[in-house]
């Protein structure tokens, strides 16, 4: 097939993207089924995007082992002639002689069509395309593809447009796009602003699904992360402006509080809020208990804390039976330093799809606002070990340093959260505790499943929290 590629033909590569994908996708980084045997993939949907050499195809494939298969999404470049593809980006071929078919992300010239194809907002298809109303897209802005994503892949237009291209895929209004969507008519919120969305038809054979959501770009000097550890080295190792460890940062985690408390405002006034009844703040202490078993089983470092951990999940339950309200509403549900920038204006929060491997129910579902708050404080801990260790010191002055560092940018945090009109964490400190371990007892089994030398971290912060001193 050594010519441009037209509808005729997509069947056809259908046929060779069976056969060449499931030794590929086992290799991406956004795919669940990692380390397991090749699993079976089968095309459900094929869409050519765009005609000619090269082409793009979109695709949704279900993929996995046989039972526990899952939906993604792949945009598939089809090029016979012109610069070849990275080696990496690389699917196969059609033939010795054929087009080689390839991950099409990172080709500038692929991502400005599927952004015109976008644009055109056509929602005749079984993929649809939809402009939020007065959205500005631009065209002939230059294509790169980001790097930084685990799960999804984030292709730049310019400076002026961002698109979130999803990976594994759920049926069902995404949160993203909802919460983006609220926190724009809220007004003044700082978070970015969605400007079109893909999304499969109702005939698509799962229902509607969000494929692709496009915002616009948030110029910054940084992500909070990397603001966060360079200010906590600097601190730890005796080099910032204050004298003691506790001036760096302070400034920009106060101003980070508010804005979480103005996005966390803004979610309540624009979407579901409510108190939960007493039976529901027994469920909910009931699903932290048993995170927290199925961690003893795994990390034994926890056990010594097993007693401590479970009274916490039994003071929650006491809210409900004191008869103390307990609000809930949509939260961001995975905020932490490496989701906020710091732009010109401020801070501006963003990715608010929630954890993307949970199940999209669990993920839109109402939380109390303490747990991004809880989740934000283990953050600015991580944030000043990670410092620690990346500055190469040891010795009690530096440890001291380092946590001295975490407990005054975690005040300066609920202070800012607290005076923007959210309820100070400080308050509510049986509902704090219980999030902040269930947080800290997750990050415990991701250490101990994957950095052992981290698992300190956790098992530090477990200490503070179920310590009555």
Not at 15 to 36: D, S
Not at 316 to 343: E, K, M, S, T
Request: proline share 7%.
């Amino acid at each position: 097939m050594n010519a441009p590629v037209y509808a005729a033909d997509a069947a056809r590569l259908t046929g060779e993207l069976r056969a060449l994908l499931p030794g590929w996708i086992a290799g991406r980084r956004w795919f669940a089924g990692k380390g397991t045997a090749a699993p079976v993939v089968e095309p459900v949907l094929v869409d050519l995007i765009h005609e000619g050499d090269p082409a793009l195809l979109q695709l949704i494939v279900r993929a996995g082992q046989p039972g526990h298969e899952e939906w993604y999404q792949l945009l598939v470049g089809v090029r016979d002639s012109g610069p070849p593809p990275p080696p990496d980006a690389v699917i196969g071929r059609v033939s010795d002689s054929g087009p080689v078919l390839y991950e099409a992300t990172g080709d500038p010239e692929l991502m400005s069509r599927l952004l015109a194809h976008l644009a055109a907002e056509d929602a005749d298809g079984v993929v649809e395309c939809h402009r939020v109303a007065g959205a500005d897209i631009p065209a002939g802005l230059p294509a790169r593809v980001l790097t930084a994503e685990q799960s999804n892949t984030s292709v730049a237009y310019g400076d002026r447009l961002i698109l979130k291209v999803l990976r594994r895929l759920q049926p069902g209004p995404h949160p993203e796009l909802e919460m983006l969507t609220a926190l724009q008519r809220a007004g003044d919120v700082p978070s970015a602003h969605p400007l079109a969305w893909m999304q499969t038809s109702d005939g698509f054979a799962a229902g509607r699904t969000t494929l692709a959501i496009l915002q616009r770009f948030v110029p910054s000097r940084g992500d909070g992360w990397a603001l966060a550890t360079a200010e906590a080295a600097d601190c730890i190792t005796g080099e910032c402006a204050s004298v003691t460890p506790l001036g760096g940062f302070a400034d920009e985690a106060q101003a980070l509080g508010r804005a979480t408390a103005q996005v966390h405002g803004a979610l309540a006034e624009q979407l579901e809020s409510r108190d939960l009844a007493a039976a529901e703040v027994g469920e909910l202490a009931a699903e932290l208990s048993r995170r927290l078993e199925t961690a003893l089983d795994e990390v034994p470092e926890l056990l010594p804390f097993a007693r401590e951990l479970r009274d916490i999940h039994h003071d929650l339950r006491g809210i409900a039976q004191r008869g103390h309200p307990l609000p809930v509403q949509r939260v961001h549900g995975d905020l932490h330093l490496g989701q906020v920038l710091c732009a010109e204006t401020g801070w501006v929060l963003i990715d608010f799809e929630g954890e993307p491997g949970h199940p999209l129910a669990e993920r839109r579902r109402l939380q109390p606002a303490v747990r991004d708050v809880a989740a934000m404080l283990r953050s600015f801990d991580y944030a000043a070990h990670h410092a620690l260790t990346e500055a190469g010191v040891r010795g009690g002055r530096y440890a001291r340093r380092a946590s001295a560092w975490a407990a005054h940018n975690r005040r300066a945090f609920m202070e800012g959260y607290a005076s923007a009109g959210g309820t100070d964490p400080r308050c509510t400190p049986v509902l704090l505790r219980a999030f902040e371990a269930d947080k800290a007892v997750y990050e415990a089994v991701y250490e101990a499943r994957n950095r052992p030398e981290w698992l300190p971290i956790p098992l530090t912060a477990i200490r503070r929290l179920t310590s009555r001193g």
